[in-house]
């Protein structure tokens, strides 16, 4: 049901926007902002849920919960980085959005650093002249 | 053998599912290959994962920290750097402090078990040696305790009874005798039996070491095994 209720205010919301874009573009630009808050707060107790699944899996498998959260702040910063950008570009800016695209990719790879040094330090090691590391 | 390699297939299973789903969970394709990449790293040192423990003992210690800077090092920048090694040395310095106290601990420990053993025992200590070492849970354990007590000899000459001897003329309790005959026998029978104790505590060392283990081990609450005495033979 949630699914129609969703559906339904998402075509509300974008004839109005059709609506009052010709006179304001401003409250059509803040009616789009409005609505992907809308629903994402509405879904963020059904996110909690998969969240705590992924979580008691990962604690089930013996996995290291240093991996599943960082795992999770990735989605994170990619959800988060393209509901920004997609708000930017409704308003037009495409320049702004793909910085805003950048800065999460960016975000994404500093994540990667300390398990690439791990793996380059370990190689580094294996080696017999690897300096000693 | 066979449950670490249980444990880590299941942990390379989960990584991958995990990958997976992750991957399936992407808003669009821009960020595609950037989580590909990182979700790949993570397969890889799971993979790895035991051999990498092999090599470096504290990988998953270290991985912490570097993630944990990741999130924050390059936000907080020289600042971080400055604090690090400021919390460094707060670590040096307090280690030091600690391996002072612990130095201090066992020193004045050493003067107690002395102490205790000559007040209770009457015998002469030469050295009292202390080995503590801190334990798991950060506090300070005494692995064993080693007394050296004095040359019998040398500690009769020193101190051997000569007080109790003096109490003697102290007792001239011989004002009773005259009040009854039958029973100053018996008194001076036991006058004189702390005084033949006395005399033959010295022969009858072959106790003694027990006694003073098990007084260190009731005092200060270290296990009988651990305290060790022995006599110096070199006086």
């Known amino acids: 049901m ?39 707060l509405a879904l963020i107790g059904k996110i909690g849920g998969v969240v705590s699944m992924i979580e008691e899996l990962a604690d089930r498998s013996g996995i290291q919960s240093v991996y599943l959260k960082t795992m999770l702040k990735i989605i994170g910063i ?32 500093v994540m990667a650093v300390p398990i690439i040094s791990i793996i380059i330090e370990t190689v580094l090691g294996l080696l017999p002249a690897g300096g000693g590391a | 053998m066979i449950e670490a390699l249980g444990g880590w297939l ?56 570097g993630i944990e800077w990741a999130e924050r090092g390059p936000a907080v920048g020289e600042d971080g750097g400055q604090l690090e090694a400021i919390m460094a040395e707060a670590k040096r310095i307090g280690a030091g402090r600690d391996e002072q106290a612990a130095e201090l601990a066992v ?27 801190p334990s798991a849970d950060g506090t300070l354990a005494v692995e064993a305790v080693k007394i050296r007590l004095a040359d019998p000899g ?52 072959d106790g003694l070491e027990g006694r003073i283990a098990a007084l260190v081990a009731g005092r200060f609450g270290i296990g009988t095994s651990k305290v060790e005495v022995d006599r110096a033979s070199d006086g």
Do not use: C, H
């Open chain 1, 78 to 109: 990619a959800y988060i980085a393209e509901f920004g950008a997609q708000i930017v570009r409704d308003a037009g800016l495409d320049s702004i959005a793909s910085k805003i695209e950048f800065a999460g990719k960016m975000l994404i790879l």
């Open chain 2, 154 to 205: 040398t500690a009769a000459a020193a101190e051997g009874g000569e007080p109790v001897a003096e109490v003697e003329p102290v007792a001239p309790v011989v004002v009773d005798i005259d009040i009854g005959t039958n029973a100053d026998d018996g008194k001076n029978y036991d006058r004189a039996a702390p005084a033949a104790a006395q005399t033959d505590a010295q022969p009858a060392d």
């Open chain 2, 10 to 65: 299941r942990q390379v299973v989960a990584a991958v599912l995990l990958a997976a789903l992750i991957d399936l969970l992407l808003p669009n394709r821009t960020m595609q290959r950037y989580v590909r990449l990182v979700a790949g790293l993570f397969i890889l040192l799971t993979l790895a994962g035991p051999l990498l423990s092999w090599i470096q003992g504290d990988m998953d210690a270290k991985l912490a920290a």
């Open chain 2, 107 to 133: 020193k004045g420990l050493e003067a107690q078990i002395k102490a205790v053993v000559e007040q209770e025992e009457g015998t002469a200590v030469k050295t009292v040696k202390v080995e503590a070492a």
């Open chain 1, 2 to 40: 949630d699914i129609l209720q969703i559906v339904g205010i998402g075509l509300l919301t974008a004839i109005l926007i059709l609506v009052i874009r010709e006179q304001k573009p401003m409250f059509a630009f803040l009616l789009a902002t409005f609505f992907g808050i809308a629903v994402f």
